[in-house]
Each structure stands twice: as C-alpha cells, then as structure tokens.
C-alpha cells in the first residue's frame, strides 16, 4: 500500500526499541520517540528519509497503518542529524 500524506501530514516509519531476549521491549522514561519520514504533506518543511524525534503522546488526528504512523508535523520535535 502505498500512503502519500496530505497538507501537514508526514508518514513516519518508528525505529525499534531495543528488546529483551524475551521479546519485551526496554522503555526509557522520555516521552519522545524516534522515526525515519517516508512520506511527506505538500505543507511539511521535513524531507523524505530524515531521521526525527517525534511525541509518544500525539494527537487525536494521527493514525497507525501497517507499523508506520500518519502525524500532524506539530507533533514533530526535532530533526536527527
């Protein structure tokens, strides 16, 4: 499937946590996590395939399809260099 995020959407693709051997994943205590852009809106200032910090705790208006999320950039925090 292929999403093309629209106006001030971007598509982001989360970098694994790491896990136990167990499986279990070991969770930090920051409210931020990180991700790779896959897609970006026509109004979104980021670029494909960089690397950001981005809110846990997003709005109402994202959506998880297929283990990537769909984000307002808001929620963005900061670009990964």
């Known amino acids: 499937m292929k999403i093309k995020p629209l106006r001030d ?16 994943y070991i969770e930090d205590s920051t ?3 990180t991700g790779i852009v896959k897609a970006v809106g026509e109004d979104v200032s980021l670029e494909k395939g960089d690397t950001v ?10 959506c998880l399809i297929e283990k990537q999320i769909v984000l307002k950039e808001e929620d963005i925090v900061a670009i990964i260099k």
């Open 31 to 33: 409210d931020h996590t």
């Open 9 to 24: 959407f971007v598509l982001i693709e989360p970098i694994k946590k790491e896990t136990t051997k167990s499986g279990l």
């Open 53 to 62: 910090l981005y809110n846990t705790f997003i709005s109402n208006s994202a």
